[in-house]
T-cell receptor, first 114, second 110 residues
Framework: EAGVTQFPSHSVIEKGQTVTLRCDPI?????LYWYRRVMGKEIKFLLH????????ESGMPNNRFLAERTGGTYSTLKVQPAELEDSGVYFC????????????FGQGTRLTVV | RKEVEQDPGPFNVPEGATVAFNCTYS??????FFWYRQDCRKEPKLLMS???SGNEDGRFTAQLNRASQYISLLIRDSKLSDSATYLC???????????FGGGTRVLVKP
């Protein structure tokens, strides 16, 4: 069974540019989460989809971040325009529809804004 | 107060020794609990779920204390390969939300 995959694995962009991260969850996992780890800080929740619906987006830092999950399959997280403080590792995780089970993580996208 | 709190460490542990650390959570409605392990520059991976009765998996023992709202992880006979950051993860059914602690860093030294 394929795991959670994220693309790209690394991205280096200039301040002001746009970047789109993609996450393909495990097939059949309705729950999809985005998290971010900024250097030296803890993993912070960004948002949670149940199928194509945003269940909780309380962790989104500001309106420069836009997440979508059209059709309830893969998800994208767009940062526009990127700022220096957006640098970090963005993790995606998915879990079974019941939710009360293990979440599987993708390998993360390391974003560097210069 | 953070929803899930951990001692960041690092815990410097001699090889072969035992180390234990806790994680406290603030929301009494929290339903499920997990310990994840994260190696440097890698994604978190499930180490073990934590059950009310406590559970053991080889050298690892996890305990849950609902009254005091904390979970613990104990590692016996530490190996060099146990060096990692251990993340406490709490699941709340309302909203199906997973919340992470900041992680506890463990360094096992020869």
């Amino acid at each position: 069974e394929a795991g959670v995959t994220q693309f790209p694995s690394h991205s280096v962009i200039e301040k002001g540019q746009t970047v789109t991260l993609r996450c393909d969850p495990i097939s059949g996992h309705d729950n999809l989460y985005w998290y971010r780890r900024v250097m030296g800080k803890e993993i912070k929740f960004l948002l949670h989809f149940v199928k194509e619906s945003k269940q909780d987006e309380s962790g989104m830092p500001n309106n420069r971040f836009l997440a979508e999950r059209t059709g309830g399959t893969y998800s994208t997280l767009k940062v526009q325009p990127a700022e220096l403080e957006d640098s970090g590792v963005y993790f995606c995780a998915s879990s079974h529809p019941t939710g009360n089970t293990e979440a599987f993580f993708g390998q993360g996208t390391r974003l560097t804004v210069v | 107060r953070k929803e899930v709190e951990q001692d960041p460490g690092p815990f410097n542990v001699p090889e072969g020794a035992t180390v234990a650390f806790n994680c406290t959570y603030s929301n009494s409605a929290s339903q499920s609990f997990f310990w994840y392990r994260q190696d440097c520059r890698k994604e978190p991976k499930l180490l073990m779920s934590v059950y009310s009765s406590g559970n053991e998996d080889g050298r690892f023992t996890a305990q849950l204390n609902r009254a005091s709202q904390y979970i613990s992880l104990l590692i016996r006979d530490s190996k060099l390969s146990d060096s990692a950051t251990y993340l406490c993860v709490v699941f709340k059914a309302a909203g199906n939300k997973l919340t992470f602690g900041g992680g506890t860093r463990v360094l096992v030294k020869p």
